[in-house]
Structures are given as structure tokens and as C-alpha cells.
DNA sequence: AAAACGGGGGC
DNA sequence: GCCCCAGTTTT
């Protein structure tokens, strides 16, 4: 096992990576993030990001949301995957949102995880981005790199997310998912890795050749 | 624990 | 055309 630098890995990468996350447009704005949450799910950023940037310039508030009928939400996000069902939980949780929270999202976990549509990475992210509380959100990208890293050795996202608490600098509790996205999408990728161009592989576990 | 879910983009 | 990508719900 190589020598896990926290500190260090944060700094390599957050100066290689230039460029920010989707979910750091929506810093201080719970509503965005969430619903900018619901319509990544399962889907890339880079095309998640420009459908919500037109939805939010008609409905950037759970009562412009609701106002949209379902058809015309539809319309507006139909070029991503699972549209029917993301527009559905959207309008749902945004009239949740005005008759149970006086249209504020809330800022709990527990509260957040009763939406359906919304599992931990969600919550994680509509904490730590839009409450900028301390909370780790953890996607395939930290989950896979966290473990290639030989950080955590864990099965599910939710492991992840529990070993990382004990392990990660609360400072880093935000940052570790942007340099974790970031370094997941350009360098450390699923299948392929770039090993031979990665930045922090004198602290990485598992190189590919 | 494992499967189902549905669409865009790269090649 | 075929492969890659990606959280939550359901079985």
C-alpha cells in the first residue's frame, strides 16, 4: 500500500484541474442544485448542464415550476434520459416544496431523502452545494477513485460516503467530490484510465497499465 | 444483492 | 451500429 496524502492529493489536483463542476453554478441556491441533482441522475454533466440552464431561465422557483404544465417541462428536458420520470419527481417535489416548507427546500437529510427521486448523492449534494453544510456526496467518481486511491476499500457509494467521514479532513468534505468528478471525467476514467498522464499516480493503489 | 430504468455522444 | 456512461427504485 502506498502512502494515502490527503493534503497533498487535494492540492495536485485542485491546481491540474482548472475548470469547475456543474453543482458549483448552483453554490448558495438549494432549489437549482436539487433540481440540477434530479436531472443528472444517471446522466453526464456536460449534457445535463445546458437543459438546466434553459429550464431555470423559464423556472428557476418551485412555483414557476409547478406552473409549467407537465407537457411543456417534458418538452423542455425531453433530449435527456428517464425525462418523463425526472419531470414528474421535479413538479412532485416542488409542490411538496410550496404546501409542506413555504416553497424553501429543506436542509436536512432526512427530509431531503423522503422526495422521491432524491437518494444520498442528491441530499449530499443539495447540502454541501446549496446549505454549504458539511456533507460528502459521493458519486461513481469518488466512489471508484476513493477506492483505486486505497482511501477506503468499500462496495456501495453509501460505504464510501460512511468511511470517508472518518478519514476525510472536514475541510475537504465539499471539495473531495469536485476534484473527484473532475479528475474521474479527464484522467481516472471507469474502463480506460490514463494512467501514464495522471498527476497523483505515485499515490494511487491500482495502475493500469 | 442485483436488476431495471432510457437516452446522448464517441467512435 | 455498438459501446460507454450514470443514481435511485424495485425485486
Known sequence: MKKVDIEKIVEILDNYYPMHVMEDTYTGQPYKALVSCLLSL????????????KLFQAADNPCKMINLSYEELCEKIKSINYYKTKAENIQTISRILLEKYN???????????????????????????????????VDTHVHRISNRLGLV?????????????????????????????????????????????????????????
Open 42 to 53: 444517471r446522466t453526464r454533466d456536460e449534457i445535463t448542464f445546458p437543459v438546466a440552464e
Open 103 to 137: 416553497g424553501e427546500v429543506p436542509s436536512t437529510m432526512e427530509e431531503l431523502l423522503a422526495f422521491r427521486g432524491v437518494g444520498r448523492k442528491t441530499a449530499n449534494i443539495v447540502l454541501s452545494v446549496g446549505f454549504q453544510k458539511p456533507a460528502i456526496a
Open 153 to 209: 476499500s468499500t462496495k456501495t457509494p453509501e460505504e464510501t460516503e460512511f468511511a470517508l467521514r472518518e478519514i476525510l479532513p472536514k475541510k475537504y468534505w465539499r471539495k473531495w467530490n469536485q476534484i473527484m468528478v473532475l479528475h474521474g471525467k479527464n484522467t481516472c476514467k471507469p474502463i480506460t484510465p490514463l494512467c501514464k498522464t495522471c498527476p497523483i499516480i505515485e499515490y494511487c493503489n491500482q495502475v493500469f497499465s
